[in-house]
């Protein structure tokens, strides 16, 4: 069982910037794929980026490249997702999810869920 608990959420202006950060359970993190998905209202969950277990391998939806940044710290048990350059179009309940096993932008393919940080840009 892995428990996530996200923060750092919060208003910011377009333009902005905000680092989510998701506290992890347990003493097997760094065998955990983990990733970010966001659901902003009346929308579906989508994804936004994942990083491997080691951090050697990380992957964004194209709307977020160049902007987002992910990284982890398994010594901490702890993902990060900086964001810069926010737009109003990335407020969003931002959720924290690990797996294991292949990578994957599939919402079904992870085990695990936090309960979500609201982010909401103004413009």
């Known amino acids: 069982q892995v428990q996530l608990v996200e923060s750092g959420g919060g208003l910011v202006q377009a333009g902005g910037s905000l680092r989510l950060s998701c506290a992890a359970s347990?003493?097997?993190?760094?065998?955990?794929?983990m990733g970010w998905f966001r659901q902003a209202s009346g929308k579906g969950r989508e994804f936004v980026a994942f990083?491997?277990?080691?951090?050697?391998?990380?992957a964004y939806t194209d709307s977020v490249k160049g902007r987002f940044t992910i990284s982890r710290e398994n010594a901490r048990n702890t993902v990060y997702l900086q964001m810069n350059s926010l737009k109003p179009e990335d407020t969003a309940l931002y959720y924290c999810?690990?797996?294991?096993?292949?990578?994957?932008?599939?919402?079904?393919?992870?085990?695990?869920w936090g309960r979500g940080t609201q982010v909401t840009v103004s413009s």
């Open positions: 990083i491997s277990g080691s951090g050697g391998m990380t």
């Open positions: 999810a690990a797996k294991t096993g292949a990578y994957s932008m599939r919402e079904m393919a992870y085990d695990y």
């Open positions: 347990g003493r097997t993190f760094s065998s955990y794929t």
